[in-house]
């Protein structure tokens, strides 16, 4: 059974960062494609970042800002967000898979990020 269970999110001041980091388990990690995405008060499920074996992309919202990583001996995919800003406040989830077929794949509980003074 797929699992993947996110962590890190939190309440953080405008301009702040934090780093996400998402503990995958029921399927061979190393070999996936994983995907950040986020789901803001009354808006839909935003696409942000996915990431390959070695290659990363980003959404024009976020690109610059937040970083994708991974580390394939311990399970995890990371997301580190920068320069936080009350617009980024939002539920944000691990997904498995890439940007193209993110949206019918498993994704974990998430993890909510409030940004605000």
């Known amino acids: 059974e797929v699992q993947l269970v996110e962590s890190g999110g939190g309440l953080v001041e405008p301009g702040g960062s934090l780093t996400l980091s998402c503990v995958a388990s029921?399927?061979?990690?190393?070999?996936?494609?994983m995907t950040w995405a986020r789901q803001a008060p009354g808006k839909e499920l935003e696409w942000l970042s996915s990431?390959?074996?070695?290659?990363?992309y980003y959404a024009a919202s976020v690109k610059g800002r937040f970083t994708i990583s991974r580390d394939n001996d311990k399970n995890t995919a990371y997301l580190q967000l920068n320069s936080l800003q009350p617009e980024d406040t939002a539920i944000y989830y691990c997904?498995?898979?890439?940007?193209?077929?993110?949206?019918?794949?498993?994704r974990g509980q998430g993890t909510q990020v409030t940004v605000s003074s």
């Open positions: 997904v498995l898979g890439n940007q193209f077929n993110w949206r019918n794949n498993p």
């Open positions: 990431i390959g074996s070695t290659s990363t």
């Open positions: 029921g399927f061979l990690f190393s070999r996936n494609d």
